[in-house]
T-cell receptor
């Protein structure tokens, strides 16, 4: 099973450039989310979605956009990259109704460097 | 509001020694509690979870954790460390409710010395 797939795994951007991190899951999960991981900060929630067509902000949403047009895909867009967005980004999903206890299934991460 | 505190950022043990990683939580309602592990260059995976059933929870790879309401703690233990346990460990808390979000601690890096 593929699970949660993130692309690209590595990306280098210049300040001001835009890009999209892709996330796809093949488990028919309703809930999907994006986290960023920074040293000593743990994981912080950027945006999340409880189903197709529904998105909401997490703890650190500024500078990022998301959309959820299908159950499978949840792309994260950086509108104008800044060095502060240098981080490792993780996409995660959970089958909301069947696991309300919140176990998340994570992708392998996308490492982004903004110069 | 809910939060998780993981004291310290790094723990080092010898192979075969006891592993103890501490986690304290704050939650206004009874929480669900989780430990996740992240091996180098990988995503996080669930080690174990507490969901208001048994207070002593057993997980994968010989790890277990005990929910202690009076101490608001959910410490992770393993009787005998193995080299393959070297990783970063995250404690996380979530209130009951399908749309409640998971809040992670800052993580603890476990090193295992030969």
């Amino acid at each position: 099973n593929a699970g949660v797939t993130q692309t690209p795994k590595f990306q280098v951007l210049k300040t001001g450039q835009s890009m999209t991190l892709q996330c796809a899951q093949d488990m028919n999960h309703e809930y999907m989310s994006w986290y960023r991981q920074d040293p000593g900060m743990g994981l912080r929630l950027i945006h999340y979605s409880v189903g197709a067509g529904i998105t909401d902000q997490g703890e650190v949403p500024n500078g990022y956009n998301v959309s959820r047009s299908t159950t499978e895909d949840f792309p994260l867009r950086l509108l104008s990259a800044a060095p502060s967005q240098t981080s490792v980004y993780f996409c995660a999903s959970t089958p909301k109704r069947t696991t309300p206890t919140g176990e998340l299934f994570f992708g392998e991460g996308s490492r982004l460097t903004v110069l | 509001a809910q939060s998780v505190t993981q004291l310290g950022s790094h723990v080092s043990v010898s192979e075969g020694a006891l592993v103890l990683l501490r986690c304290n939580y704050s939650s206004s309602v009874p929480p669900y509690l989780f430990w996740y592990v992240q091996y180098p260059n990988q995503g996080l995976q669930l080690l174990l979870k507490y969901t208001s059933a048994a207070t002593l929870v057993k997980g994968i790879n010989g790890f277990e954790a005990e929910f202690k309401k009076s101490e608001t703690s959910f410490h992770l233990t393993k009787p005998s460390a193995h080299m393959s346990d070297a990783a970063e460990y995250f404690c996380a808390v979530k209130r009951a409710g399908a749309n409640s979000k998971l809040t992670f601690g800052k993580g603890i890096t476990l090193s295992v010395r030969p």
